[in-house]
């Protein structure tokens, strides 16, 4: 009986110590709330507003300079010399100037026969015009299949060089810094660079090489890049929505107004003095193609958008390549502007307005501000503030602002209108990375330099459906769980529950969802599968 009695009183004993337990972190969450959490939560929200105000008025004046330049047609054919490259009785061939065509790769056995092959079939005479083959593989059997592609196209007469190193040095930097002191390299005039996935039309060169030849300033020509599988997936869909705004946009504002952009490193034809005067390829960031862009521009070089011209390409269909890919995009940026700020401001070569551009407006606005406001702003203050309701945040912060910034992203893909709330879900867990190594590039930490090369696809999945359906990939558990976003997603949830029970704000609408976009990464059910279309 006695035992009966003591069992009964243990749930007891537990409930009272888990009631102390609650009751003693309520006390220390109150004794701290307000000397402590309530002003940081003001100061981080008032920072907060304050770049989503500048982000916001990027966003609108991008939007105006756009408006203008479609209304009055300001089109690179007519703010700078053009005229198809003519044929010259005395001269023969030597009438067009040499290009060279460098394609860099690593282990590309999906795509290597596209890109090479898209290559050899560029329109131009054949004897003015090197294909280079730059293959850092470092399996046998794809350096062995590359070679061999290379050995195909060379018994058709196609001037193909296939070339190898003995160190991936440098990565891609390195490749094409190396591809560069070949002996045959000094006879070309340019220097046009395909990624292992571009695969560009035959006429890319007649519509690209035009503006360098008649316009000496130009240095740099870039083309707008085509996804071949932007609907593959939800994921590519979203991917295409970020990538059209940049091209639409961004690419076309800076060429526009400032000749000044940042080169995408592939589908781009460089004039190697500009090049070589630029100081060529380092690597001391991974984002070796802005790098160059930036030290081409100090030194006076104007370049060329030409958003009519497009190369087809690859985005990454898998969530694991997707955060590799902008852990680069990201960090990248934003360790190089800690590298180039103090060289760029003692710069007497470009203008005072130019270089408030290259700092505040594409550094500091778009890759660095841009990626952590969405982040502390949506994932961070907004649900904290439920917690907290002393700090009360502006309606124009919360709704409006976001709404405008938005809408005029989606003008760059009016066909994925309809889904713009899937993507600032998916945009907003994204930032949680990009915010990452925004600040490792920042601080120069860890990852800094960490190099992943993107997994492609190519037409693996169109030849081999049935390879896919008899054996699917094994998936580890470390691959399918993200600890990040389950951790960020399980925060938003209780908010969400804490706005639901005694909020006033209806936060838990937009936290709910937001909660669920981080669950279902975080679970890995999105960019694991790609459906055969």
Partial sequence: MDRISSGALLPDTFQGSRDDVTEQIGLIWQQIKAPLIVPLLRIVLFLCLAMSLMLFVERVYMGVVIVLVKLFGRKPEKRYKWEPIRDDVELGNSAYPMVLVQIPMYNEKEVYQLSIGAACGLSWPSDRIIIQVLDDSTDPTVKDLVELECQRWAS????????IRDNRNGYKAGAL?????HSYVKQCDYVVIFDADFQPEPDFLWRSVPFLVHNPEVGLVQARWKFVNSNECLMTRMQEMSLDYHFTVEQEVGSSTYAFFGFNGTAGVWRISALNEAGG???RTTVEDMDLAVRASLKGWKFVYLGDLKVKNELPSTFKAYRYQQHRWSCGPANLFRKMVKEIIRNKRVSLLKKVYVIYSFFFVRKVIAHIVTFVFYCVVMPASVLVPEVDIPKWGAVYIPSVITILNAV????????LVFWILFENVMSLHRTKATMIGLLEAGRVNEWVVTEKLGDALKTKPVMKAAKKPRIKIGDKLHLLELGVGAWLFFCGCYDLAFGKNHYFIYLYLQAIAFFVMGFGYVGTFVPHS
Avoid: A, F, Q, V
């Fill in 156 to 163: 058709k007469g196609i001037n193909i060089k296939y070339e």
């Fill in 412 to 419: 760059g893909t009016p066909r994925s209108i309809h889904l």
């Fill in 281 to 283: 390829w380092k690597d």
């Fill in 177 to 181: 810094k190396e591809g560069m002191k």
